[in-house]
């Protein structure tokens, strides 16, 4: 079965550093991965797209990676702030033409000043 | 434009009893999906309706069931609660749903509680 694996410990890091976050997943082959943040309480808020046939995708402090090879992406937010520390939750989607998402369980992240 | 809307908020209900969940998506969205999340197993995938038909649908019993209404708003129904049906709810709505490749704007969610 489908299997996505996201680091269950928390993340803890010191402002300024740059935060990375793994998701590695098994037996899927998808068309596209999905980064979102959600914070406590609140539904999940879509950040990053990567597809399949794409390595690397950056937006502001954030960049992502995609190793179909590996079955892996990272998730790097570079010169992180307390206001980044939040849950990180990866999602695989296929080329269905279907909306459905298949997520991670997510890693949360705690950026100390 | 106003962001996805789910009501109620919070929901307390006992053993046997069923629920309605509500959900607006944003305006010009047609595709409306449900995810339930939990603790131990996370977001979990309920099913997705686009333009008043159920595109998919995930791996759960039959007493989830769900509906879209002509003006995309859609509601989830669960019959005969189970204390293990306590979980946050969660709505998500996305443009046209024909490209695999659209975000999804998720609402706050439905803490609903099982006594």
């Known amino acids: 079965s489908q299997k996505i694996e996201q680091n269950s410990e928390a993340l803890n890091i010191q402002e300024g550093k740059t935060a990375t976050l793994t998701c590695n997943y098994t037996?899927?082959?998808?068309?596209?991965l999905q980064w979102y943040r959600q914070d406590p309480g609140r539904g999940p808020v879509f950040l990053l797209l990567?597809?399949?046939?794409?390595k690397e995708k950056r937006k502001e402090r954030l960049k992502v990676t995609f190793d179909t090879t590996l079955k892996q992406s990272l998730f790097h937010i570079t010169a992180s702030q307390p206001a980044d520390s939040a849950t990180y939750l990866c999602a695989l989607g296929d080329n269905s033409g279907y909306s459905t998402l298949t997520f991670g369980k997510g890693t949360m992240l705690l950026v100390s000043p | 434009k106003a962001g996805v809307t789910q009501t109620p908020r919070y929901l307390i209900k006992t053993r046997g009893q069923q629920v309605t969940l509500s959900c607006s998506p944003i305006s010009g969205h047609r595709s409306v999906s449900w995810y339930q999340q939990t603790p131990g197993q996370g977001l979990q995938f309920l099913f997705e309706?686009?333009?008043?038909?159920?595109?998919n649908k995930g791996n759960f019993p039959g007493r989830f069931s769900g509906r879209q209404f002509s003006n995309s708003r859609s509601e989830m129904n669960v019959s005969t609660l189970e204390l293990g049906d306590s979980a946050l709810y969660l709505c998500?709505?996305?443009?046209?749903?024909?490209?695999?490749?659209?975000?999804?704007?998720f609402g706050p969610g439905t803490r609903l509680t099982v006594l």
């Open positions: 998500a709505s996305s443009l046209d749903g024909t490209s695999s490749y659209n975000e999804q704007f």
């Open positions: 990567i597809r399949e046939n794409e």
């Open positions: 037996n899927y082959s998808p068309a596209y």
């Open positions: 309706y686009f333009s008043e038909t159920q595109r």
